[in-house]
């Protein structure tokens, strides 16, 4: 079965709910990252404390406590890197069973539909999937550079180097939270990814449904009013 025969099967209206899927996915993701300088976000919020994490790092003669949290960084990224993996051969692995799939489309639909249909939507699924897998795969990455960095930082925070090392360790550990971060919000569209399952406009209100859960959390819960108060630049 050729492309253009493949995409027939698809109403205008399917093309148009996963545009907007991908636009809002896209569009959150930029705003949690570039808020309203009057209005951060929790992920920016967090920048101010991680280089404020640095600065205080430097003056501590004992750093079991930091390469406790760094560990417990990594541990986190492995984990749903981990997840992932699992998850999209689940779903390769559904791919390739078409018994069942087709099986799994009559329960969720009255609409019928050939294989081919549903196999498309759940490689919808497992594209976002596998983005949060290399991100999170990278942010595992990054936090070990992080960690080596910090090994690195001068006890004495009067070192001439200290401040380099300081600045450099704060900018890879921002970094690494950025792509653990995406990681995440690519996990929640791809949960709302499955809506599609049931039809385009259920893929249409989990687009919205995900972006108004993302948008609360970054901008308008307790945790962000908590970290508000007194925010380290």
Known sequence: MNLQSSLSHFGTVDFVAVGLFLAIWLAVGWRIENPNPQRPSVAVLMVGFRREWMRQFVA???RMFDAAIMANLRQGTSFFASACMI??????ALIGNTERLLGLAQD???TRAPAIVWEVKILFVLLFLTNSFLKFVWSHRLFGYCAIIMA???NDAG?????????QAAEVNISAAKNFNRGMRSIYFALGALAWLLGAWALVGAAFLTASVLWRREFA???RQALMRGTPM
Do not use: K, Y
Request: overall charge negative.
């Open 60 to 62: 501590r003669d004992a």
């Open 87 to 92: 998850a999209i051969g689940g779903g390769l």
């Open 108 to 110: 969720l639909t009255l």
């Open 152 to 154: 690195a930082v001068p």
């Open 159 to 167: 070192h001439p180097d200290a401040a380099l090392r300081i600045e």
């Open 221 to 223: 819960s307790h945790s």
